[in-house]
C-alpha cells in the first residue's frame, strides 16, 4: 500500500472516531436530560404541580428513558396524575403500560392501599 493511501484510511479512522464519539455524547445528553425531567416530574407531582409533573414525565418518556424502572416509574406517576385528575381511563392507560414494560411491576404497600388509585391499578393488574 502506498503511503497516500495509509494516509485516506487514517483519516477515515479519525473520522469514524470523532463520529462515534459525537452520536455518544447525544445519547448521553439525552439519557442525562431523560433523567432530570424524571426527577423534576417525581418532585413536582410531590409538590402538588400535577399538570407541571405530567409534562416533565411525558417528557422524560418522549427524551427517551433507557432504563425500565425509570419507564415504569414515569408511567406509575402519570397514571396517579390521572387517578387523581378523574381520568380513569388514562390511569388504566398509564398502569397497564407499566406492567406491559415490567409484568412484575407493584405498587409499594402505601400505594397500593390509596382509595383512588389502589382499586384501579388492581383491577388493571387482575385483568392482564
Known amino acids: 500500500m502506498r503511503s497516500s493511501q495509509w494516509v485516506a484510511w487514517g483519516a477515515i479512522a479519525v473520522l469514524a472516531a470523532v463520529l462515534a464519539g459525537c452520536a455518544l455524547g447525544t445519547v448521553g445528553q439525552a439519557k442525562g436530560k431523560a433523567d432530570q425531567s424524571l426527577a423534576t ?13 405530567a409534562k ?14 425509570d419507564q415504569v416509574r414515569a408511567h406509575k406517576y402519570l ?15 398509564e398502569f397497564l403500560i407499566a406492567l406491559q414494560i415490567d409484568p412484575n411491576f407493584d405498587l409499594k404497600p402505601a400505594e397500593a392501599g390509596h382509595p383512588i388509585w389502589g382499586p384501579v391499578f ?7
Open 41 to 53: 416530574g417525581v418532585q413536582q407531582y410531590e409538590d402538588g404541580s400535577y399538570a407541571d409533573a
Open 56 to 69: 416533565n414525565l411525558q417528557a422524560a418518556l418522549d427524551t427517551g428513558l433507557l432504563e425500565k424502572p
Open 79 to 93: 397514571a396517579f396524575i390521572a387517578c387523581v385528575s378523574d381520568r380513569d381511563k388514562q390511569c388504566r392507560a
Open 122 to 128: 388492581r383491577s388493571v393488574k387482575s385483568a392482564k
